[in-house]
């Protein structure tokens, strides 16, 4: 890109590449959110028994009940935090709003949540490209966020991309 090319980036950005924010820990995950989560996502079928069945679950390779890969115990939060990649602004540089959408994720699973689990999790800014294209000048920013449980383990890696134009 060209010194005289637009840029949706900013200073703030630049300075925040690469460094973990701080950290959202959820609620203590319970029986009850693993069994509602698993009756919710795999209605009007019956979920499989690891997600609910207490005794069933103590057999498995698991010895009690996991969560669903995809269960998020950020669900319901209380209060909103503000997300969005950090250093930008939402605007262009002659003040217009960006429109923004999703460019995709991709999630990396580590160990099962389980039943008293407290999970962490933390983002950060991993890079970012600019292009011009059919909308126009387009950012595309990739950002990683990352859970872990209380014993530091990994739960889940995601990697994503917003698009801003």
Known sequence: MSNDAPTYATEEMRAAQGQWGGTRTAPPITET?????????????QPPRIYWDAEYAATTHWGGIVAPPDFNPFAWPVERPRGGSPGL?????????????????????????????????????????????????????????????????????????????
């Open 33 to 45: 959110d693993i069994r509602r989560w698993a009756m919710a996502t795999y209605y009007p079928k």
């Open 89 to 165: 602004s939402g605007r262009r540089p002659d003040g217009k709003p960006l429109t923004g959408m999703n460019g995709g994720q991709t999630d990396t699973y580590g160990v099962p949540m389980r039943p008293g689990d407290i999970v962490s999790s933390r983002s950060r800014l991993v890079d970012w490209w600019e292009r011009e294209g059919r909308l126009g000048h387009t950012l595309y920013v990739r950002t990683e966020i990352e859970w872990r449980n209380q014993d530091d383990e990994l739960v889940r890696r995601r990697m994503s991309i917003s698009i801003r134009y």
